[in-house]
């Protein structure tokens, strides 16, 4: 029965190989419509531009690392002129040795924990086998308990699933070996399985075969293997309370966090910075070399600050990213990333005060997980309003109607202030390629990449004036739309702040107005 369910949730997911696209590569930079590929409306907002000579905007790109040597980047990265590459000294004093391209706050490390697993850890070293009428915490005691649980059964799936598809990886492999990588529907329901994981991958297979789609092989051994590599992640690494790599990998003491000069200068990390480097392509890849990308932001310069592992991301150094940023000229700061629990949210609120003190605007993804921060812990965020220059951003869709909002963006009436293309976002990955990806992490590089390009000819508005204006000037979602990770309808307007969509040519407008 176990097996049935696993394959039944493959089954499931193998689908989306199939699934329907939007008609524009590049969509998101589309005028706005309420009929469908409704984007930001870039061609109308370079109309209106004809003319204005813009500033130089620097987006410090937070995130898994940038690729700097791929060709629709390397032209577009801000470099730190005051620094010489390769000589091991700080010409520039600032306490990072060579930062020629921005810093790794993460040093060698890859994977990584995700943040339940180490406050279960804490907390297990604290709490585990004492009886609860010796407690005196007992708020922090019903926090254990509840992380506990929480870990302990995301340890277990993660093992099944691992488990699952390491056979299943395992004999694709095989039946490979006996047909080739142009595998025929045929061969695959007459193939007489020899053993349990050819037969897993058989079953597979034939159940991808019924869709009633023309079978196509090596895009489904694609995905097979791609949720392999995610569950060997989740196994080995995320839910692993054995495992932690930060004194090896990064050698800082993790508990101090007044600790800034840490870390190395290697702001690219090859395929693991795949998501750094689509990100950063949708702010500002170079559009005028008629290949790959275009980057919504062409008088951007790029700052790569490495700070997210192929887990979650670690306060003290979100905190540090910040600060480096704010401390080198970013005028944007866009961050990608997010978790559930939080190790030392205090530090990462100083860091955001820091921030709003010299006028640095803070743009940050919403979450995937088709919930409401309103009523769950999204970190980092803005402390319920507390700071007037962080932007929560959620996923819209190139769908027209009740589809407009991306399923899987989270929402919030309070908590999440616009949205933004994030669906089938073509972007710049890792060695010269390029890729569609989805996520409210291609909603917040959409909304920093407008951001950067309204504060390039508006250089005097504040940070807090230009968030203002990204939201004022959204454009209504109208209608009644699915409520993300709901079969239930209701209003854009009970979903965000502004319940609209970002727009350029609407905030350079209402800029023009401020600014006059």
Known sequence: MKQLVLLFGFLTLSVSIYAQNPIDTFWHLKPFSNKGNSGIGFAEAENMMKGKVPQKVIVAIADAGVDINHPDLKDMLWTNINEKAGNNIDDDGNGYIDDIYGWNFIGETIYDNLEITRQYVILNKKYELKPETTIADKDEFARYLKIKEIY?????????????????????????????????????????SQNRSEEIARDILAGVTKTGKAFNYLPFRKELIAAYEQYDRAYN?????????????????????????????????????????????IVAANSTNNIGAKGICQSCRIMSIRNVPEGDERDKDVANSIRYAVDNGAKIVNMSFGK?????????????????????LLVHAAGNDGKDNDLSDNFPNDNHDAFNNWLEVGASSWKKGTHKLADFSNYGASQVDVFAPGVAIY?????????????????????????????????????????????????????????PGSKRKTRACKLSKTGGEINLPAALKMAESITK
Request: aromatic share 14%; no cysteine; charged share 20%.
């Open 152 to 192: 302990l059964a995301k340890n277990l799936e993660s093992k099944l699933f691992f488990d699952f598809f390491l056979e299943a990886k395992t004999g694709l492999e095989s039946l490979e070996n006996s047909y080739g990588t142009d595998i025929t529907k045929e061969e695959i329901l007459n193939h007489k």
């Open 237 to 281: 690494y995320n839910y692993n309370a054995d495992f932690d790599p930060r004194a090896k990998m990064v050698g800082d003491n993790y508990e101090d966090t007044n600790e800034r000069y840490y870390g190395n200068n290697s702001v690219f990390y090859g395929e693991h910075s795949s998501h750094g480097t689509h990100v950063a392509g």
């Open 340 to 360: 559930s629990y939080a190790h030392n949210a205090t530090v990462v609120y100083e860091a955001i005060k820091y921030a709003e003190s010299k006028n640095v």
């Open 427 to 483: 972007s710049t990955t890792p060695d010269g390629g390029y890729e569609a990806f989805d996520g409210t992490s291609m909603a917040s590089p959409v909304a920093a990449g407008v951001a950067a390009y309204v504060w390039s000819y508006y250089p005097s508005l504040s940070a807090a004036q230009l968030k203002q204006v990204l939201m004022k000037s959204a454009l209504p979602i109208k209608g009644r739309v699915k409520k």
